[in-house]
């Protein structure tokens, strides 16, 4: 067996100044009193009748120290190594203590191991830790930086009570809600610190600067809330003194007052208040809410009387609603409109339920419907008809237009008797056409070139008459400037006489007569008219 097989005399012997070494090393977490395990364990210790047991037994109970969930027992663990350490110097089979120490060996440079990981996680959560409180002093130096910088809280659904208090309430909230937000990570800290492994002078250093941190929140916080609690609860009880004055509710509405019980209600959620004033406000809240309640159940039996009478006077109204349904369809909309208007005047007369009135209202509105959608249906009826003429004018329009251009190409081709009654039918296209006056305006535009062109023709067929011809035409313009200047004095006779006749003044006798006169006149004004006519066609030949 070779020298690391076999364990060394004195190394066994220098192992108590190890475990002493161990043991400065851990004696500062103070003489803590031994787990039930490990009492357990040297009881049982002692029990076992050879050494290589005892040692088995130990190195068992170190394995389970350093491996256990948690955090590691590193005293048991040293404690329980030093036990076992002397049961190495009995009498032992040299290839079992060879083995037995070897364990024993390794488990001690886990354990150093392990106890190496654990101290560099200490050092790194006792870094963290530090800056977290540094992050909290540097907090509490800017608190009114931070304070300024913090949003508003929404007090939206605030009591009506206390709507003029609300910046009040808010400042002193914002405050509080910052220093609660501190104190919450204090308190973290505080926690964090008790459940990580760390000397016990790193400990105390860390509780002390705590300590000095909570002197400048928690004094400055209680303060607050005893603000603040006192504001809320002497608004609570200046609400109740104004609208509950013994079991009766005063100055507003039961149902108002609901509301604003739960907007207190909801206040006290919002507001750090103190345990005391909580409970006080919200007993006084459910004290004035049973009130309310009382006075809601005495008004729904009310409520619920009315109804019942509402049922017995709204079937005579049904019942006329019913009948109306039966003669609808043979009815106009406009009689329809005037049966439900008496029917709704009925129903204003008497006592209705509020539901029971909407549902009428509704069975009547039912029965416009088919009325209404008729008249819809008449008026896209209308609609499309419309919209059919507009298209027909359109087409109409545009193949005038075509004709016109036509016209003007071929004009300068035709003959003038074909040329006129082309432009005639244009003309009397036109006519017919219903357009706007912009439109007319343009299609007049459009003519003037196709009148400029009937004007050459007629001259140039004027220049191309006979003598004979020209001086009939001169004749026949003399003969149509003669009947014109005659048709204009008998259309002045004619005016006279109707004027004559329309005056007031005149006796039966006078009337009879000028009646008479005037048949007369109009007579010879329809022979000059025909005369006037029938030379305008002689000159329209030639």
């Known amino acids: ?14 192992e108590p100044e190890i475990i002493a070494e161990e043991r400065v090393d ?6 803590s009193k031994w787990s039930a395990s490990f009492v357990d364990f040297t009881k049982k210790l002692t029990q076992f009748p050879t050494p290589e047991e005892k040692i088995t037994f130990g190195l068992k109970f170190m394995r389970e120290t350093i491996s256990q969930e948690g955090s590691p027992r590193f005293r ?41 990981i654990l101290e ?28 300024a910088q913090s949003s508003d809280l929404n007090f939206q659904d605030a009591p009506q009570s206390i709507q003029s208090k609300i910046a009040t309430y808010q400042q002193m909230q914002k405050e509080l809600n910052l220093l609660n937000a501190l104190a919450s990570r204090l308190n973290s800290l505080r926690k964090e610190i008790i459940k990580t492994d760390m000397r016990i002078r790193f400990k105390t250093k860390f509780f002390k600067r705590l300590s000095e941190l909570g002197d400048r929140i928690f004094p400055r916080r209680k303060a607050l809330i005893e603000q603040v609690s006192l504001e809320f609860e002497k608004d609570v009880e200046r609400f109740i003194s104004k609208h509950f004055k013994d079991d009766e509710i005063i100055g507003a509405p039961y149902y108002a007052l609901r509301e604003e019980i739960k907007a207190f209600q909801w206040t006290a959620k919002v507001l750090t208040l103190s345990s005391p004033v909580f409970s006080r406000t919200r007993l006084r809240m459910s004290e004035c809410w049973d009130k309310v309640k009382v006075l809601e159940k005495e008004h729904k039996k009310v409520l619920l009387e009315k ?7 709204c079937a005579a109204i049904l019942k006329k609603i019913e009948d109306l349904k039966t003669r609808n369809e043979s009815l106009s909309l406009r009689d329809l409109d005037k049966e439900i208007d008496q029917i709704l005047a009925e129903m204003r007369a008497i006592y209705l339920d509020r539901e029971d009135i909407r549902s009428m209202r509704d069975s009547l509105s039912q029965l416009r419907i088919p009325h209404l959608e008729a008249q819809e249906k008449k008026a896209k009826e209308l609609e499309e008809e419309e919209k059919e003429k507009l298209r027909i004018r359109k087409e109409k329009l545009t193949a005038t237009k075509d004709q016109i251009t036509e ?30 006056k912009l439109e007319r305006q343009q299609i007049e535009r459009q003519l003037r070139p196709l009148k400029d062109i009937m004007a050459d023709k007629k001259e140039n067929s004027l220049m191309n008459l006979s003598d004979d011809d020209r001086k009939m035409l001169e004749n026949y313009r003399i003969v149509l400037q003669q009947k014109k200047e005659r048709r204009q004095e008998i259309k002045e006779l004619v005016d006279s006489y109707r004027k004559t006749l329309g005056s007031s003044g005149l006796d039966f006798e006078k009337a009879f007569q000028l009646r008479e ?5 109009k007579e010879r004004l329809d022979k000059a008219n025909a005369a006037i006519e029938e030379i305008e066609q002689k000159i329209a030949k030639l």
């Open 26 to 31: 851990k004696g500062e977490e103070g003489e």
């Open 307 to 313: 109804k019942q009478a509402s049922s017995e006077s």
């Open 120 to 147: 560099e996680q200490s050092a790194f959560a006792i870094e963290q830790i530090d800056l977290a409180i540094q992050s909290i002093d540097n907090d509490l130096v800017n608190f009114e930086t931070l304070l």
């Open 407 to 436: 016209l003007a190409q071929k004009g300068s081709t035709l003959d003038l008797d074909t040329f006129v009654v082309r432009f005639k039918a244009i003309e009397a296209d036109i006519a017919a056409l219903e357009i706007s």
């Open 517 to 521: 006169l005037l048949d007369v006149e």
């Open 76 to 116: 048991e663990f040293w404690e329980s190594r030093r036990l076992v350490l002397p049961l190495f110097k009995e009498n032992i089979n040299t290839a079992i203590r060879s083995k037995l120490w070897n364990e024993y060996v390794d488990l001690t440079v886990e354990a150093r191991r392990l106890k190496e």
């Open 1 to 14: 067996m070779n020298s690391s097989e076999t364990p060394d005399v004195t190394r066994i012997q220098n």
